[in-house]
């Protein structure tokens, strides 16, 4: 079955660090795109990280950028989101998605919940 | 607030069809034929329906189409279904340094 599987979720402290990880299974991992798109309770779609199919350019939304860090690894077929310094205002569920070649995200995985708070 | 602005809701009734706006910048919408459309139930991740402006992913209803003009996209719904009844966000790739933005979604009603 093709799917991506998000893991790593939880509640955290500000000033703290959490690791979500995205499983990739029933297509060809490295030949995509890949991206993270969080969504705060209750409000919109915001997108947050892209990287490429080799892992080596990596981009970040402003708000997240020299906190967060993207990795992928292909052999492993998983998807990587390190977060540092979280903040209250990161709370959101945290989505994996596949880009479909600048055309859109054309497989999201089911989401994973990080809450920040004291 | 979001990149791309969307009207917070819509409504219709079962058979009808209705018409959700995007509205962007000639650095999104207006620069690119990458406009994409998705479909969320509540408690659901996002479902891809219309990608580069026009284009129906495999498996979605030719009920849903989509459409640009210059710097606002269009996505419209014909037929209404009780199941039509989601959030609806628009997207769009974007020059301003960031690779995509979302508008803030639209609540769509079948009455």
């Known amino acids: 079955e093709v799917q991506l599987v998000e893991s790593g979720g939880g509640v955290v402290q500000p000033g703290g660090s959490l690791r979500l990880s995205c499983a990739a299974s029933?297509?060809?991992?490295?030949?995509?795109?890949m991206n993270w798109v969080r969504q705060a309770p209750g409000k919109g779609l915001e997108w947050i990280s892209y990287i490429d199919r080799p892992g080596n350019n990596v981009d970040y939304v402003d708000s997240v950028k020299g906190r967060f860090t993207t990795s992928r690894d292909n052999a492993e077929k998983s998807l990587s989101l390190q977060m540092n310094s979280l903040r209250a205002e990161d709370t959101a569920v945290y989505y994996c998605?596949?880009?479909?070649?600048?055309?859109?995200?054309?497989?999201w995985g089911q989401g994973t919940l990080v809450t920040v708070s004291s | 607030q979001s990149a791309l602005t969307q009207p917070a809701s819509v409504s219709g009734s079962p058979g009808q069809s209705i018409t959700i706006s995007c509205a962007g910048t000639?650095?999104?919408?207006?620069?690119?034929?990458?406009v994409s459309w998705y479909q969320q139930h509540p408690g659901k991740a996002p479902k891809l329906i219309i990608y580069d402006v026009t284009n129906r992913p495999s498996g979605v209803s030719s009920r849903f189409s989509g459409s640009k003009s210059g710097n606002t996209a269009s996505l419209t719904i014909s037929g209404l279904q009780v199941d039509d009844e989601a959030d609806y966000y628009c997207s769009s790739h974007t020059s301003r340094g960031l690779h995509w933005v979302f508008g803030g979604g639209t609540r769509l009603a079948v009455l």
């Open positions: 998605a596949r880009e479909l070649f600048t055309s859109g995200f054309d497989l």
């Open positions: 029933g297509f060809t991992f490295s030949s995509y795109e």
């Open positions: 000639n650095s999104d919408i207006g620069a690119y034929d990458f």
